[in-house]
């Protein structure tokens, strides 16, 4: 049972501010969202994490609104680096005891 | 400090074979967790650990699957009779605790290709 859904990919111009959203309908009051990047070859890592309202650190920030059934990572002024895959994780444990990772979104940035 | 550590980085063995994947984690996490991602997928969870135990295990794709974590740091994901369909890359990520907010602190995997 996916707890999240995102889109399945993005395109940007370099520069652009680009913002990705995350569905999760069923997110329980204890949970955090938390936003991993992935690079080819590379292991996901941690970008941002939220519980409500807007989180911003040196990378991105996180809009969560107030019923908390979806969040927006938006990526300022984006490179080429930023060309990535991008996953939002909903919480720890489902009530199946598995960690349920979104499909992830394609972000493609071309010059 | 050293991050989560996997090895072997790639591994290529014959259908039918045995392997052995090793996972070094962060050191005092105490949360350890595989996944695996086949080529141009997401992330499919396998299993974790909390200390040396694992909670469930309905997540492991089959009973050739099987992983076991000793003295609450380094795991072993252990694939018996390979098929060609475990071709994936398998995904180690650790993190201080498991609750709600913990972050996960990945490796950057072993690459097993079988043939």
């Known amino acids: 049972l996916a707890k999240t859904t995102q889109p399945i990919s993005m395109d940007s111009y370099e520069g652009q501010e680009v913002n990705i959203t995350c569905s999760h309908n069923?997110?329980?009051?204890?949970?955090?969202i938390t936003w991993y990047q992935q690079f080819p070859s590379q292991g996901p890592r941690f970008i941002i994490q939220?519980?409500?309202t807007k989180v911003t650190n040196e990378v991105a920030s996180l809009f969560i609104p107030a019923d908390r059934k979806s969040s927006t990572l938006s990526l300022p002024r984006v490179s080429l680096s930023d060309t990535a895959v991008y996953y939002c994780l909903v919480g720890g444990t489902d009530s199946w005891g598995k960690f349920q990772f979104g499909a992830g979104t394609q972000v493609v940035v071309t010059p | 400090g050293a991050g989560v550590s996997q090895s072997p980085s790639n591994k290529v063995t014959e259908k039918g074979k045995d392997v052995e994947l090793r996972c070094d984690p962060i050191?005092?996490?105490?949360?350890l967790y595989w996944y695996r991602q086949s080529l141009g997928q997401g992330l499919e969870f396998l299993i974790y650990f909390q200390g040396n135990s694992a909670p469930d295990k309905s997540g492991l794709p089959s009973d050739r699957f099987s992983a076991e974590r000793t003295g609450g740091s380094v795991s072993t994901l252990t694939i018996q009779r390979t098929q060609q369909e475990d071709s994936a890359v398998y995904l180690c990520a650790s993190s201080e605790g498991l609750r709600q907010a913990s972050i996960q602190y990945f490796g950057a995997g072993t690459r097993l290709s079988v043939l």
């Open positions: 050191s005092g996490h105490t949360a």
């Open positions: 069923n997110i329980a009051t204890n949970d955090y």
């Open positions: 939220g519980y409500k």
